[in-house]
């Protein structure tokens, strides 16, 4: 099923607005491939009518789907470990006098926040410690809180945390993880779209990830996020973004300590 290029402008100029990711014009088989499936469930005969429907606004919830289908929520436990190792040691160097709060700033279906939860079960144990994941697209909300996952996407988990902190699946759950509920209980995830105001009781944190999403930003859209994401980080805390995500050339007030690891300048 093809779409017209008007329907492909309308679909950019939509999801620009509501995620601040501006869609370059080679992905447009990519967002045809994408959309497809929710055009026949929504009976369109097809992708220009389904478009024409969308824009006509009339059904939110199918704006929730669309925006859904063309997050990119690629991610896995572990992932770009140098991080993870950071932290350790830098919590053994600084043990935490009062709570400890950990940001996953754009957290995609959770692997990142609850790689961050074994962490720091692992070295502040039952002293007080949260992890707040966000994320733009509701169903990788969803699928975070259910906490359930293949079990390939553990393949960089150290095999202590996976005994310690996963329960491995049985029977129709074979091939799956499911975290620990102890874990799970210091985890909570929630909506948030970085390009707007974020919620009001989110708090300060001492560590914020915010990996992985930059990449998808203009330079402007990206120094407005990163701002708007270290007004709650503490004056002491970190910030960590991906390794492909140099904030080099923008203007912000920030120190880098390390490739992709940063505190208030
Ligand atoms: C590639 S994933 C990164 C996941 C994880 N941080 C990691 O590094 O593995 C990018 C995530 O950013 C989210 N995202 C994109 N635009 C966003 C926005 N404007 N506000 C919040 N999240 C956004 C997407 O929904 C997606 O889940």
Not at 1 to 19: H, I, L, Y
Not at 33 to 51: H, M, N
Not at 108 to 135: C, H, K, N
Not at 167 to 182: F, N
Request: aromatic residues 10%.
């Amino acid at each position: 099923m093809g779409m017209s290029d008007a329907s492909f402008d309308a679909v950019v100029t939509m999801f620009e607005k509501v995620s601040g990711i501006r869609l370059a014009p080679v992905k447009k088989p990519l967002v045809e491939g994408r959309l497809q499936r929710l055009a026949v469930e929504a009976g369109q005969p097809s992708l220009d009518r389904y478009v024409e429907q969308l824009m006509r606004g009339e059904s939110p919830d199918e704006l929730t789907k669309v925006i859904d289908k063309l997050t990119t929520n690629e991610t896995y436990f572990f992932r770009e470990p140098q991080h993870f190792e950071y932290l350790a040691r830098w919590l053994k160097e600084h043990p935490p006098r009062g709570p400890f709060r950990v940001w996953s700033a754009a957290s995609s279906s959770g692997e990142e926040a609850y790689s961050i939860a074994m962490l720091l079960a692992d070295q502040l144990g039952q002293r007080p410690w949260e992890v707040v994941g966000t994320d733009l697209s509701t169903s990788v909300v969803e699928t975070a809180r259910r906490a359930l996952y293949p079990m390939e996407r553990a393949r960089h988990t150290p095999q202590a945390y996976l005994k310690r902190f996963c329960l491995r699946g049985q029977g129709e759950y074979s091939g799956q993880l499911l975290i620990q509920r102890a874990l799970r209980e210091r985890v909570s995830f929630r909506c948030a779209n970085l390009m707007q105001p974020l919620p009001s009781d989110l708090g300060q944190f001492d560590v914020i990830f915010l990996r992985n999403v930059l990449i998808y930003f203009d330079a402007p859209a990206k120094a407005r996020i990163v701002s708007r994401v270290i007004g709650h980080l503490h004056d002491h805390g970190h910030l960590f973004t991906g390794h492909a995500e140099s904030l080099g050339n923008l203007d912000l007030r920030l120190r880098a300590i390390q490739p992709a690891i940063y505190t208030h300048g």
